[in-house]
């Protein structure tokens, strides 16, 4: 279960805080890494499908886009997951990356 904690922004300055909900214990790691396995697992199956189509008739395939939205899938991964790391602790630039990621 998650948690709410609020957490001052500066030291000594109980006038600015921000709050944040943090799980207790090892069920949220094993939640997430099994979110990030389904994730990887589509991504994958979704790489090979597109692959196996490349060679049938254009007019009756769309294995280009999907390679693209595949591509692009990877290029969001792979750049969003060390910044969601990086503003772990600056909640304005976490908030702003999560919110970004999600409409990318």
Do not use: C, E
């Given at each position: 279960p998650?948690?709410?904690q609020r957490q001052p922004v500066k030291e000594g300055d109980p006038s600015s805080t921000y709050g944040f909900c943090e799980s207790e214990?090892?069920?949220?790691t094993a939640f997430i890494t099994l979110l990030v396995l389904l994730d990887l697992s589509a991504l994958?199956?979704?790489c090979v499908q597109a692959y196996r189509a490349r060679d049938m008739n254009d007019e009756l395939t769309e294995?280009?886009?999907?390679?693209v939205a595949c591509a692009?899938?990877?290029q969001v991964l792979a750049?969003?997951?060390p910044v969601i790391?990086?503003?772990r602790n600056q909640p304005v630039a976490s908030y702003f990356v999560r919110s970004?990621?999600?409409f990318l």
């Open positions: 998650l948690k709410w214990g090892n069920a949220s994958v199956l979704a294995s280009r886009w999907l390679g692009s899938w990877v750049i969003g997951a790391a990086l503003t970004a990621l999600v």
